[in-house]
């Protein structure tokens, strides 16, 4: 487990190569934090995973059989408040590293960039942020852009 400030990361594959990009991950929480508008007084998780442990993951808790790129699990949703020293537990973000590498060939956009897109992706939706509707995906995905929008 690796712990940077606010966030304890999990890895639970075999490969190393994503911890060059943790100490960005930081710099990302900061900036949503920023352009939020948001004082720095959470705790979250990161868990970087494979694509059978995400499938896992969707199926047993959203009831879909396939892999995904990120899930996350919000504790502000819950009635209880769980503080972690003197901060405020938001939850868990699951990301599948296999697809990340293939989003990020895709999309044509380095690994690092699609990493912490993923990341904020997942921490936007702690947040409360969601894209069930239209009006609720503008909101979110320009948020998205905002914060990640000076990577490649």
Known sequence: MY???MLNIVNRTKYKDFERYYPLLEKYYQKTLKVLEM????VLSLILCGPVSIRRINREYRNIDAAT??????LLDSDETIEYEDRIELGDIFINR??????AEEYGHSVEREFVF????GLLHLLGYDHM??????IMFDL???????LK
């Open 118 to 121: 993923l990341f904020v992706h």
């Open 69 to 74: 790129d990120v899930i996350s699990f919000a």
């Open 144 to 150: 998205q852009r905002q914060i990640v929008g000076d």
């Open 3 to 5: 712990n940077i400030g």
């Open 39 to 42: 004082e720095d007084n959470y």
């Open 98 to 103: 296999r697809r990340v590498l293939s989003q």
């Open 133 to 138: 509707n239209e009006k609720e995906e503008k």
